[in-house]
C-alpha cells in the first residue's frame, strides 16, 4: 500500500478560493474587507517568512493586512502598548503576535492582552477555555487545519484511536481536546505522548490516526506506525541539503519516505499541515471581520 496523499496544499488553496468569493460578495454590497494585523519583533528569518506567508495569504482572499515589525530589543510596556492599540483600532478586525517572542519578553502576558473579540490565533486563555468547553471562539489555527483536512478528506474519526505526540498549548493539547470531543471530526479515544512517555512506539503502534508534532526530523520511523494508519506531521524542520540552491530544506517529524508506504493517508511536509494552518487564519480572520459587521 502506498500512503495517499492528504494534499494541505491543494485543500489550503480551495479553502482560500472560497473565503475569497465570500469576501467579494461582501465588499461588493457594500461591506468591508477583513483586515488581519500582524506584530513581528525580531529578526529570526522563520517568523518573518510564516508571517510573509499570512500577508501573502491575505492578498489572494481580498483581504486587508498590516504588519507591525518591531526591534527585538522592544520592551514589555512597549508591546503591550502596541496590542492595547490594535485592540482598539476598529479598523483591525483581528491580529496576532507572531511566536516565539525574544526570550526577555513574556509571551503569556501578552496574549492574555489580546482582544478576545480579536484572538484570531486562539491563543488568549480565555479562547482556550471556550475551545475545551465547546462554547462559540477562535480555534487555534494549526488543530483547526487539521480538523478540516481530516473532514474534507472524509477520514472517518468516530471510534478511531488517535495518537498525539506532542503537548504544546498550540498543537499538541488542542488537537487532542478537539479530536475527543463528541464531535465530527471527532469522537476518537485519545492517547497523548510527550517527551517522559515510556515505550512511545508501543503507543504509537496502536494509532489509527497518529499525529505528531514534536519538532524532530525523521523521529517516527516506519517501525512505529501500524499499517493503515493516517499520518499527520505537523513538525517543519529545517535539514542541510547541499543538492538545494539555499543549501537547506524543510521537512517534517515522519520518515516519510518510508512510513508512507505503510499508511491509508498522510500528510507530506511541506504541502500538508502548514498551508492548511493559514487557510484556518483566514477562516478565524473573516469570522471576527462578519461579528464586528454585525456589532
Ligand atoms: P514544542 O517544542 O512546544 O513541543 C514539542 C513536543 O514534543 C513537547 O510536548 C515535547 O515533550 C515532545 N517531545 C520532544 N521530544 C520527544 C520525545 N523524544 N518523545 C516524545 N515526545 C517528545 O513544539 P510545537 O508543538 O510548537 O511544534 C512542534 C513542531 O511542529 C515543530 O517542528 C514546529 O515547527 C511545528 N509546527 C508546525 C506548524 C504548522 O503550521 N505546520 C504550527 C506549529 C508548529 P515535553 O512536553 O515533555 O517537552
Keep these: 500500500m502506498m500512503g495517499n496523499i492528504l494534499d494541505g496544499k491543494q485543500t489550503s488553496l480551495d479553502l482560500q478560493d472560497e473565503i475569497a468569493r465570500k469576501v467579494k460578495s461582501i ?3 457594500g ?3 477583513p483586515h488581519l494585523a500582524a506584530v513581528l519583533i525580531g529578526n529570526d528569518a522563520a517568523s518573518k517568512a510564516y508571517v510573509g506567508h499570512k500577508i501573502k495569504a491575505c492578498a489572494k482572499a481580498g483581504f486587508e493586512s498590516t504588519i507591525i515589525s518591531r526591534d527585538s530589543n522592544i520592551s514589555q510596556t512597549e508591546l503591550l502598548q502596541i496590542v492595547a492599540e490594535l485592540n482598539c483600532d476598529e479598523s483591525i478586525d ?27 490565533d486562539g491563543f488568549h486563555p480565555e479562547s482556550v477555555g471556550r475551545m475545551a468547553l465547546g ?4 480555534l487555534p489555527a494549526t488543530p483547526a487545519g487539521i480538523l478540516t483536512l481530516l473532514k ?7 471510534g478511531m484511536h488517535a495518537v498525539i505526540v506532542g503537548r504544546s498549548d498550540i498543537v499538541g493539547n488542542p488537537i487532542a481536546a478537539l479530536l475527543r470531543k463528541n464531535a465530527d471530526p471527532g469522537n476518537c479515544t485519545v ?8 515505550n512511545l512506539r508501543d503507543h504509537t503502534l496502536r494509532a489509527d490516526i497518529l499525529i505528531v508534532a514534536v ?12 499499517e493503515g494508519a493516517v499520518v499527520i506531521d505537523v513538525g517543519i524542520n529545517r535539514i542541510d541539503d547541499p543538492s538545494r540552491k539555499s543549501g537547506a530544506r524543510l521537512t ?12 491509508s493517508w498522510i500528510t507530506p511536509v511541506p504541502g500538508g499541515v502548514g498551508p492548511m494552518t493559514i487557510a484556518s487564519l483566514l477562516e478565524n480572520t473573516l469570522q471576527a471581520s462578519l461579528s464586528n459587521a454585525k456589532s
Design 27 to 29: 465588499t461588493a454590497s
Design 215 to 226: 519538532g524532530k526530523p525523521n523521529f517516527i520511523t516506519s517501525d512505529m506506525v501500524k
Design 152 to 158: 474534507r478528506y472524509r477520514i472517518k474519526t468516530n
Design 94 to 120: 483581528g491580529f496576532i503576535v507572531q511566536l516565539p517572542l525574544p526570550d526577555h519578553l513574556n509571551s503569556d502576558e501578552v496574549l492574555q492582552a489580546v482582544s478576545i473579540e480579536k484572538d484570531v
Design 252 to 263: 517534517g517529524d515522519v520518515d516519510f519516505e518510508h512510513v508512507a508506504p505503510k499508511c
Design 31 to 33: 461591506g468591508k474587507k
Design 135 to 138: 462554547l462559540p471562539g477562535f
Design 191 to 198: 492517547t497523548q505522548c510527550h517527551s517522559r512517555t515510556i
